[in-house]
């Protein structure tokens, strides 16, 4: 027998959710999901972005085949990906050095974490001229130690290398505070055991509060290859993709391509957007996977 | 607590700890002290190769107030809060709704709505940059701060939502159930139920909120140009390109435009750490 209370109330439990759910769905799918089927679909003709779009099949792609310059943007992009990482050992490292409760610490910490509030673009201008060949402080410390200065973002061999240290800079902060948050949690009484079963140093790092700081650590390496691959302003603020693309990655070379002095090629920008897509869909994939066995297990 | 506590160990390592603190954070800060130093230098020191010396005068007040009388600096910053104040409001009030949703129903697609806006949250801006500067320029509002108050929440959707749900689905569920059964409306719960609950998860979302925005950069280019609507992330660029080599000037208006979120930083930063950890790192 169906209560009509109950069955009134079954219906309302089933609009509601949509009820709520509806203005912040409908512009995550006008601004964001529909887009991306935009681009996939743009990335199949050849436009200029303004006059009437020409059905190229997979065109784009073949020529992306042939382009040293896309070769040279996604082996940057993987230069990127590696060196990055590196933010989050050495932020482990701070973590581990600031985790005191020394007199005016909590100061310390929050200067610490500086770097990461800032904007990017103000970072990328302030290595620009930390590492100016004339007077930036980097050669001149060079220079100090007998060193023959370098003009870093002068340079094809090292210019990636220079931007990914700048962006390492708040990135670390970032991944510096995750561990002190994580280490903030770790259960004394396990470090306790651990010191009567005589771990200390290393050992007790490894064994005992690094399994405890797996969830720190795995946001840690979430953001950062999310801001690896999203490398963007950094690029375009220190260099513009230069000496001679030589430190374009493939979010810039994208936005190059579709509109800068070098002409409109929408098409194949998309394209470009579309390999960096599929590429972050693997960490996407991974990162969902991952949530769906923990909401699983609760 | 790991490392040893320094306070037990002998008092050299304590002392070493101690000097080491600060020559290690004025290292690490080193970047950006040079950059508050120059802001204070003149711009003849700078000419005359006077870089990390002595400077001649301090010239604090002349740099700060040149910056804003001769360049639109101010403008651009009135441009940033005009967009990202607005977005604040927008993003924090919508993924209250979504993670309510997401949260408290049991429904049918659930989890993939959940999944849909996680994975929307780390798409690259390149694969949206063509379609949604399309949209923005078909709906009028390309290159005024509304095409990027209304990307910015659409996008910002996503981390607020799983953020937000994240918090609601630890709330004690009775709660709720007991409501039902009293005969109070999904409304009513939503409103004075949950939201009150909800407050420091509203705080920690808009404090990140704040910065995130304030620093976009990305989004500025795309979508607007020009002095009349250009956030200080991508005026500042502009104005690089016009004071070649003048330092101190590009200095001072650096850390003009670092100084809003962190300033947020700095008194909300409880908040802040809150809400970069997803709530995930308790």
């Known amino acids: 027998m169906i209560n009509m209370n109950s069955y009134f109330k079954k219906n309302k439990l089933k609009i509601a959710p949509w009820l709520f759910m509806a203005p912040g769905l409908l512009m995550f799918i006008t601004y964001v999901i529909w887009p991306i089927a935009g681009s996939i679909n743009i990335s199949f003709y050849d436009w200029d972005g303004l006059g009437e779009k020409t059905w190229i099949g997979m065109g784009n792609y073949v020529e992306l085949f042939d382009d040293e310059a896309f070769y040279k943007s996604l082996k940057n992009n993987f230069i990127w990906l590696i060196l990055y990482m590196l933010a989050v050992p050495i932020g482990l490292f701070m973590a581990l050095f600031l985790n005191q409760s020394v007199r005016g610490i909590r100061i310390y910490k929050s200067m610490f974490f500086f770097p990461f509030v800032i904007s990017q673009v103000v970072v990328g201008l302030v290595f620009s001229w930390f590492y100016d060949p004339n007077f930036g402080l980097l050669n001149i410390v060079i220079e100090f130690f007998g060193g023959t200065g370098i003009a870093i973002l002068a340079d094809e061999r090292y210019v990636t290398y220079g931007i990914i240290a700048a962006g390492l800079w708040p990135q670390t902060a970032y991944c510096m505070i995750l561990y002190l948050t994580g280490l903030n949690a770790v259960d004394s009484e396990q470090i306790e055991a651990g010191r009567l079963d005589n771990a200390k140093g290393w050992k007790m790092l490894w064994y005992i509060i690094l399994p405890q700081l797996k969830p720190a650590t795995f946001i840690a390496i979430v953001v950062t290859v999310i801001g690896a691959l999203r490398s963007f302003d950094m690029v375009s603020i220190m260099t513009a993709g230069g000496p001679w693309g030589s430190s374009r990655v493939l979010a810039y070379y994208m936005y190059e391509k579709s509109f800068s002095e070098y002409g409109f090629r929408m098409g194949y920008g998309a394209a470009i957007a579309v390999i960096l897509f599929l590429i972050m869909m693997v960490y996407i994939t991974f990162f969902l996977l991952k949530m769906y066995r923990d909401e699983k297990a609760n | ?282």
């Not at chain 2, 007040?61 to 001769?70: D, G, Q, R």
């Not at chain 2, 309510?100 to 994975?119: D, M, Q, R, S």
């Not at chain 2, 929440?153 to 994240?166: D, S, Y």
Request: hydrophobic content about 55%.
């Open chain 2, 1 to 282: 607590m790991f490392p040893k506590p320094i306070e037990n160990t002998n008092i050299l390592t304590q002392s070493v700890y101690k000097t080491a603190l600060p020559i290690v954070l004025i290292l690490w800060l080193l970047p950006l002290i040079a950059v508050a130093l120059t802001s204070f230098r003149s711009g003849g020191d700078l000419i005359s190769g006077n870089y990390w010396g002595w400077p001649t005068s301090f010239d604090l007040y002349e740099n700060y107030t040149s910056v804003f009388k001769n360049t639109p600096l101010a403008q651009y910053m009135w441009n940033s809060f005009r967009v990202t104040i607005p977005t604040v409001f927008g993003a924090v009030a919508l993924s209250c709704m979504t993670g309510f949703a997401l949260a408290v129903y049991n429904f049918k697609g659930n989890i993939l709505i959940f999944f849909l806006f996680i994975a929307g949250n780390f798409v690259p801006f390149q694969i949206l940059m063509v379609p949604v500067r399309d949209l923005s320029v078909q709906m009028g509002v390309y290159n005024s701060v509304w095409a990027l108050i209304l990307f910015h929440i659409a996008f910002q959707a996503g981390f607020c939502t799983l953020f937000m749900r994240n918090f609601i689905k630890a709330l004690p569920r009775e709660l709720i159930e007991a409501a039902r059964v009293e005969g109070v409306n999904e409304f009513q719960i939503f409103w004075y139920i949950v939201i009150p609950l909800m407050k420091p998860a509203i705080a920690a979302l808009s404090v990140l909120i704040f910065t995130f925005i304030w620093n976009d950069y990305f989004w500025a280019t795309v979508l607007t140009q020009g002095v009349d609507s250009q956030p200080v992330t991508a005026g500042l660029y502009s104005l690089n390109g016009q004071w070649i080599s003048q330092w101190h000037l590009v200095s001072a208006g650096s850390i003009v435009a670092a100084l809003p979120p962190v300033l947020m930083f700095f008194t909300m930063q409880k908040h802040f750490i809150a809400g970069l950890t997803l709530g995930a790192v308790k």
